[in-house]
């Protein structure tokens, strides 16, 4: 019997392994796919992300930027990090980057598919393999957390996430959000050729039809994108009521989910699995609900705030207004989530 079986080789599960294995856990890894796996993400990595990674000895290669840059029509306001650059990373690369770490600390990863589990007194059996304990780290849409009987309700208004690389040369060193009345558009800079741009909205569409929305942007960018294309993600929303079901664990996007509009997911993601594996250790699971919570509040307060007035239509043309008015407080809230 292993200490701990992880399902999810993603960012957040290799993260878990690797918090896993320098605790002195006997740890394996389930993952079908090969890795790196792209898929959709806004791809900057905010300064508190960037030292988490850097403590699990992880130092991905992209392009540091200066902070956040808000933009709607001719109004932009920017707020500049306190302690040190972001950094955008491309979602390959960054994944690229913990599976090596993982690999050269011993890390296990098994070819294998979750499709079952139970649960006994000292242990949880998944797929054939019995661990002391399981974290799910299988993304917005985890398996395990189906299998427990913890899958969300539907989201009543939900929002998707659509994103693609364009070569062109960064032309700000910061994280661009521009505003349209009914979509965000999150530009990154990613290398000295190439940017991510990511599209939020609840309007199902096309990433070129979305784009529309962002004439002043859409110029800027040239005709084709790069050679992966679009990747999408959604409904991003997901309210998990616990994020601990015996003797498993939920860590990452499997946890719960506000939206992307601040760019923390990576950050929470990481705090997530260093808590888990800290009350794994001590055989403490039962306090991962409260570390998870705290880890995570600032992002869930600033995140649903934010959301909560995007989704009034009184209010959500004035967001920008209202940054560019109170810089002190839009770089108040950005170094709160940086």
């Not at 959709?40 to 992209?62: F, I, K, N, Q, Y």
């Not at 990090?81 to 770490?101: I, N, Q, S």
């Not at 600390?105 to 002391?132: K, M, S």
Request: charged share 25%.
């Amino acid at each position: 019997m292993i200490d701990l079986l992880v399902v999810g080789g993603g960012p957040a599960g290799l993260a878990t392994a690797i918090h896993a294995v320098r605790a002195g856990l006997d740890v394996a890894v389930a993952e079908p796919r090969e890795t790196p796996v792209d898929k959709a993400c806004g791809e900057g990595l905010m300064p508190t992300a960037v030292g988490r990674l850097r403590t699990l000895g992880v130092e991905p290669a992209g392009r540091p930027f200066a902070g956040i840059r808000y933009v709607a029509g001719r109004r932009c306001v920017d707020a500049a990090f306190r302690d040190g650059p972001g950094l955008g990373v491309r979602r390959t690369g960054l994944h690229a980057a913990l599976a090596r770490r993982a690999g050269d600390l011993g890390v296990e990863v098994r070819d294998a598919r979750v499709t079952d589990l139970r649960q006994h007194a000292d242990h949880v059996r998944v797929g054939g393999v019995d661990a002391r304990y399981v974290v799910a780290a299988d993304g917005l849409h985890s398996t395990v957390r189906r299998l427990l009987g913890l899958d969300p309700a539907p989201v009543r208004a939900p929002r998707y996430g659509l994103r693609r690389h364009f070569d062109v040369a960064p032309w700000s060193r910061h994280v661009e959000v521009h505003w349209s009345p009914r979509a965000e558009a999150y530009v990154t800079p990613l290398a000295d050729s190439l940017v991510g741009v990511a599209l939020l909205t609840g309007d199902r569409g096309s990433f070129a039809q979305q784009l529309q929305r962002f004439p002043a942007l859409a110029q800027r960018l040239p005709d084709a994108g790069g050679d992966d294309g679009v990747r999408g993600a959604g409904p991003l929303r997901q309210h998990v009521r616990t994020r601990v079901a015996g003797r498993v664990l939920l860590v990452g996007d499997a946890a719960g989910y506000v939206d992307a509009l601040t760019g923390e997911g990576i950050a929470v993601a990481l705090a997530g699995a260093e808590a888990a594996v800290g009350c794994i250790r001590h055989d403490r699971v039962q306090d991962y609900e409260h570390a998870w919570r705290r880890a995570s509040r600032t992002y869930r307060l600033l995140t649903g705030s934010l959301l909560w007035a995007r989704n009034r239509p009184v209010l959500a043309p004035r967001i920008v207004p209202a940054a560019e008015r109170l810089p002190w407080l839009f770089s108040a809230a950005v170094n709160a989530l940086a």
